[in-house]
């Protein structure tokens, strides 16, 4: 079999967890590395966090490299509030690797060696702010072209926020990177937005099956993610009641997609930009129906699920 590769850039919080275990479960797949980037908590944990979930998966082979802390302008949000202080539910391990187990060499020069040396082979999944990848973009223009396709987790395209009245964490994060990826890059990029994750929420029966499979991963991740199902299961004002109808894993439905294409079974195919300038839209994603923009390369804005596969993924996760 011919194994698709695939390099991970992640904010690695409990959602990016999930979905780097789905890829190092699935037969197909081989991840040539995994670069870290600020978001759910500071880039400290999230190489921590990286390094702690490769060794529960028994796969610390895979080359982990600390990139960008701040955004492009130099701003940090952060989501402590869903994913706890440290990013993975505030249940530290004694045991846990330590950063000096994170290469050297920074993220950003990373992905452009490793996409040069498979040039035309390499999907990049993306499940954080963008600022790993879009630096990769300024530092050499060529990146992009070299990918054989983009997966983002982020952005919108019905205008609804979760962090701010417009705009998803994501893109939120550092819109300046999510504009210059949505805007500089060739490669086929297939985006799974924040409207598309809340449309196929998972009931808390499946969750409770998932992470009660009785196996180390499984027991991993009932620890990791009680802190999530308790602030969701708390919420009471507001808010979005995709959250309470069950259970949500953002970034696991673009690594579905990368592992196995069947997964969507439906796109809309537009031309995407990020609002920079709005005093309340900014870090909206603007899907250009019109065509006003003009773009030759337009994204595939995922729209439908195969729910079962997408379950069957998530179960192979923990086994």
Same mark, same amino acid.
């Given at each position: 079999?011919?194994? &698709?590769? *695939? *390099?991970?850039?992640v904010?690695?919080?409990?959602d990016?967890?999930?979905?780097?275990m789905?890829a190092?479960?699935a037969?197909n797949?081989?991840?040539?590395?995994?670069?870290?980037?600020?978001? $759910?908590?500071?880039?400290?944990?999230?190489?921590k966090?990286?390094?702690?979930?490769? &060794? @529960?998966c028994?796969? /610390?082979e895979i080359?982990?490299?600390? #990139?960008?802390?701040?955004?492009l302008l130099g701003? !940090?949000?952060?989501?402590?509030?869903?994913?706890?202080?440290d990013?993975l539910?505030?249940?530290?391990?004694?045991? %846990?690797?330590?950063?000096e187990?994170?290469?050297?060499?920074y993220?950003?020069n990373?992905l452009?060696?490793i996409?040069?040396?498979?040039?035309?082979?390499?999907?990049?999944v993306?499940?954080?702010?963008? /600022? $790993?990848v879009? *630096?990769?973009?300024?530092?050499?223009?060529?990146?992009?072209?070299?990918?054989? +396709?983009?997966?983002?987790? #982020?952005?919108?395209?019905e205008g609804?926020?979760? @962090?701010?009245?417009c705009?998803? =964490?994501?893109?939120?994060?550092?819109?300046? %990177?999510? +504009?210059?990826?949505?805007n500089h890059f060739?490669?086929?990029?297939?985006?799974?937005?924040?409207?598309?994750? !809340?449309? +196929? @929420?998972l009931?808390?029966?499946? =969750?409770?099956e998932w992470v009660n499979?009785?196996t180390g991963?499984?027991?991993?991740?009932? &620890?990791? /993610?009680?802190? /999530?199902?308790?602030?969701?299961? $708390?919420?009471? @004002?507001?808010?979005d009641?995709?959250?309470?109808?069950? =259970?949500?894993s953002c970034?696991?439905?673009?690594?579905?997609a990368?592992i196995d294409?069947?997964?969507?079974?439906? +796109?809309?195919?537009?031309g995407v930009?990020?609002?920079?300038?709005?005093?309340?839209?900014?870090g909206m994603?603007?899907?250009?129906?019109? $065509?006003?923009?003009?773009?030759?390369n337009?994204?595939f804005?995922?729209?439908?699920?195969?729910?079962?596969?997408f379950? !069957?993924?998530?179960?192979?996760?923990?086994?």
């Amino acid at each position: 079999m011919v194994k &698709k590769l *695939l *390099l991970l850039d992640v904010d690695c919080g409990v959602d990016d967890a999930q979905a780097m275990m789905m890829a190092f479960a699935a037969p197909n797949v081989h991840i040539l590395g995994i670069t870290c980037t600020h978001g $759910n908590t500071n880039i400290e944990n999230v190489c921590k966090n990286v390094l702690r979930v490769l &060794k @529960v998966c028994q796969k /610390t082979e895979i080359p982990v490299y600390r #990139g960008a802390g701040s955004s492009l302008l130099g701003n !940090q949000l952060n989501a402590h509030h869903y994913h706890g202080e440290d990013g993975l539910g505030n249940v530290p391990d004694s045991d %846990a690797p330590g950063l000096e187990h994170v290469k050297a060499e920074y993220a950003v020069n990373a992905l452009i060696r490793i996409t040069n040396e498979y040039a035309g082979q390499v999907s990049l999944v993306a499940t954080g702010p963008m /600022t $790993n990848v879009a *630096l990769a973009f300024k530092m050499d223009p060529t990146f992009p072209s070299k990918l054989k +396709y983009l997966y983002i987790m #982020g952005g919108n395209m019905e205008g609804r926020g979760n @962090v701010t009245i417009c705009s998803e =964490f994501n893109f939120a994060a550092d819109p300046e %990177a999510a +504009y210059i990826v949505l805007n500089h890059f060739e490669c086929p990029m297939y985006i799974a937005t924040w409207e598309y994750c !809340q449309r +196929y @929420v998972l009931p808390w029966e499946f =969750f409770k099956e998932w992470v009660n499979q009785g196996t180390g991963k499984a027991c991993f991740m009932k &620890k990791i /993610t009680a802190h /999530t199902v308790k602030f969701v299961k $708390n919420m009471k @004002v507001n808010t979005d009641e995709s959250f309470e109808a069950g =259970f949500l894993s953002c970034d696991s439905f673009a690594m579905a997609a990368a592992i196995d294409e069947s997964v969507v079974t439906e +796109y809309i195919h537009y031309g995407v930009s990020v609002e920079l300038q709005g005093s309340v839209t900014r870090g909206m994603m603007i899907v250009d129906t019109l $065509n006003q923009l003009g773009k030759q390369n337009q994204a595939f804005i995922m729209t439908k699920c195969d729910v079962e596969k997408f379950k !069957q993924l998530m179960m192979s996760a923990l086994k």
